[in-house]
């Protein structure tokens, strides 16, 4: 029972946290919004999106492998540190010389309208979030929940401040934002290097077969999961940049930014509740933690889902300006959908603490291919709403079966 307690504790602390990196968040879209226009807008939320599928990318399920193997306490820490420093320069290296054959490829269907020199300059920030997120894996998994925060609220807070300094005091527009990402991405990694070095001892000695074997193993079957639900979550913006032009994306993205500040919490909630569970300390209180989790969650969607569906116009004419008001409908069918994706979220932590990625895998593959496949649909029927009704039905597919898949782990 004093775990569950701690747990609960750690996660009202974090999702604090990120309330506050939810509200910072959704200013600096504001603040884009309102010194971009529409167009620009579409264009910043492209190149950032998909420098965030090269992060999913080159996530290569380590992470989640990182977070499990510190949590299952099988390796000391030093070697998951220095294991995970080696995998997190080698996944630089690789995602990187991906990316440029991806521009190759897509410049002229997912990259329409969008200079690719300002994809080239965010790819600055690549190597240092990819290493940063590594390692902040190591800190969920060994519970050093109060650095994680402070890195996690740093690192919004940095962009936020250098939005004001660069985009609305200096003019820079679109370039202030994106160099504003990097700065922030830069630092905030940097922080994270310097206080895992003076914790834990890193040798190249300590790079062993062994637990590269079993990272590589887990994070092989999570890696899939990661790629399906990015794939799920963001296809959407640069099929509407494909079918209706950068101006329409950039309508959209207010409804996918302001939903996806949403995501935040029970995020934070499923990245709390892996590790715990899998620790082993916790696994005979599992219906438990997730009765629990999922409470809270309810609570923090009942405070704002209502407010912003049934108020969402006002805001959005308020905080982006009438340029965008046409996000209403969207928004309203993606909060919606929130409730599922939602729940599910929470539900994927409890599935990947016991050990089973490869469930998460097949049912993120399935929603992906429907969201494509119902995007292409109704996109050019339906307009910006069409990729929204789509992801509605997705994340609906998503919870529908991990709820089927937890039933058959209590039967196991």
Same mark, same amino acid.
């Given at each position: 029972?004093?775990?569950?307690?701690?747990?609960?504790?750690?996660?009202?602390?974090?999702?604090?946290?990120?309330?506050?990196? /939810?509200?910072?968040?959704?200013?600096?879209?504001?603040?884009?919004?309102?010194?971009?226009?529409?167009?620009?807008?579409?264009?910043? +939320?492209?190149?950032?999106?998909? @420098?965030?599928?090269?992060?999913?990318?080159?996530?290569?399920?380590?992470?989640?492998?990182?977070?499990?193997?510190?949590?299952?306490?099988?390796?000391?820490?030093?070697?998951?540190?220095?294991?995970?420093?080696?995998?997190?320069?080698?996944?630089?290296?690789?995602?990187?010389?991906?990316?440029?054959?991806?521009?190759? @490829?897509?410049?002229?269907?997912?990259?329409?309208?969008?200079?690719?020199?300002?994809?080239?300059?965010?790819?600055?920030?690549?190597?240092?979030?990819?290493?940063?997120?590594?390692?902040?894996?190591?800190?969920?998994?060994?519970?050093?929940?109060?650095?994680?925060?402070?890195?996690?609220?740093?690192?919004?807070?940095?962009?936020?401040?250098?939005?004001?300094? /660069?985009?609305?005091?200096?003019?820079?527009?679109?370039?202030?934002?994106?160099?504003?990402?990097?700065?922030?991405?830069?630092?905030?990694? @940097?922080?994270?290097?310097?206080?895992?070095?003076? !914790?834990?001892?890193?040798?190249?000695?300590?790079?062993?077969?062994?637990?590269?074997?079993?990272?590589?193993?887990?994070?092989?079957?999570?890696?899939?999961?990661?790629?399906?639900?990015?794939?799920?979550?963001?296809?959407?913006?640069?099929?509407?940049?494909?079918?209706?032009?950068?101006?329409?994306?950039?309508?959209?993205?207010?409804? +996918?930014?302001?939903?996806?500040?949403?995501? @935040?919490?029970?995020?934070?909630?499923?990245?709390?509740?892996?590790? !715990?569970?899998?620790?082993? !300390?916790?696994?005979?209180?599992?219906?438990?933690?997730?009765?629990? +989790?999922?409470?809270?969650?309810?609570?923090?969607?009942?405070?704002?889902?209502?407010?912003?569906?049934?108020?969402?116009? !006002?805001?959005?004419?308020?905080?982006?300006?009438?340029?965008?008001?046409?996000?209403?409908?969207?928004?309203?069918?993606?909060?919606?959908?929130?409730?599922?994706?939602?729940?599910?979220?929470?539900?994927?932590?409890?599935?990947?603490?016991?050990?089973?990625?490869?469930?998460?895998?097949?049912?993120?593959?399935?929603?992906?291919?429907?969201?494509?496949?119902?995007?292409?649909?109704?996109?050019?029927?339906?307009?910006?709403?069409?990729?929204?009704?789509?992801?509605?039905? +997705?994340?609906?597919?998503?919870?529908?079966?991990?709820?089927?898949?937890?039933?058959?782990?209590?039967?196991?």
């Amino acid at each position: 029972m004093p775990m569950i307690k701690k747990f609960r504790n750690d996660l009202l602390y974090t999702v604090f946290t990120n309330i506050n990196v /939810l509200v910072l968040g959704i200013l600096c879209s504001i603040i884009i919004a309102r010194f971009l226009g529409p167009n620009l807008k579409g264009i910043y +939320s492209i190149t950032l999106s998909f @420098v965030n599928l090269l992060l999913f990318i080159g996530n290569f399920g380590i992470t989640y492998a990182t977070c499990y193997l510190t949590a299952k306490d099988d390796f000391k820490e030093d070697v998951v540190v220095s294991n995970t420093i080696f995998l997190a320069i080698l996944s630089s290296i690789t995602t990187i010389g991906l990316a440029f054959l991806i521009l190759w @490829v897509g410049k002229s269907n997912l990259f329409s309208n969008v200079p690719i020199n300002y994809i080239y300059i965010l790819l600055i920030s690549l190597p240092f979030n990819l290493i940063s997120n590594y390692l902040r894996n190591v800190l969920l998994g060994s519970e050093k929940i109060k650095f994680y925060n402070f890195i996690t609220i740093f690192r919004q807070a940095s962009e936020f401040i250098l939005i004001i300094l /660069l985009v609305v005091g200096g003019g820079a527009g679109l370039l202030g934002g994106l160099y504003s990402y990097i700065t922030a991405s830069v630092v905030s990694s @940097v922080l994270v290097i310097i206080y895992v070095l003076k !914790r834990w001892k890193v040798k190249l000695s300590k790079i062993q077969s062994d637990y590269l074997k079993k990272a590589t193993r887990f994070g092989f079957a999570a890696y899939f999961s990661t790629i399906f639900s990015y794939i799920n979550l963001s296809s959407d913006i640069f099929l509407v940049n494909m079918f209706l032009g950068s101006a329409n994306a950039g309508i959209y993205s207010i409804a +996918s930014t302001v939903t996806k500040q949403i995501i @935040v919490i029970p995020n934070t909630i499923s990245l709390l509740l892996a590790p !715990r569970i899998t620790s082993g !300390r916790m696994r005979f209180e599992f219906r438990e933690l997730l009765i629990k +989790s999922l409470k809270i969650l309810v609570v923090f969607y009942f405070a704002i889902i209502p407010v912003l569906y049934f108020f969402g116009e !006002r805001i959005i004419v308020l905080l982006f300006s009438s340029q965008f008001q046409q996000a209403i409908s969207p928004l309203r069918i993606l909060l919606i959908g929130m409730i599922p994706l939602g729940i599910w979220t929470v539900l994927s932590g409890g599935i990947t603490g016991v050990g089973k990625p490869i469930s998460n895998a097949f049912s993120t593959f399935v929603a992906a291919v429907l969201n494509v496949g119902l995007n292409i649909v109704l996109i050019p029927r339906f307009g910006i709403s069409g990729a929204a009704y789509s992801s509605l039905v +997705s994340y609906s597919v998503l919870l529908v079966i991990a709820i089927i898949q937890i039933q058959f782990f209590k039967k196991a």
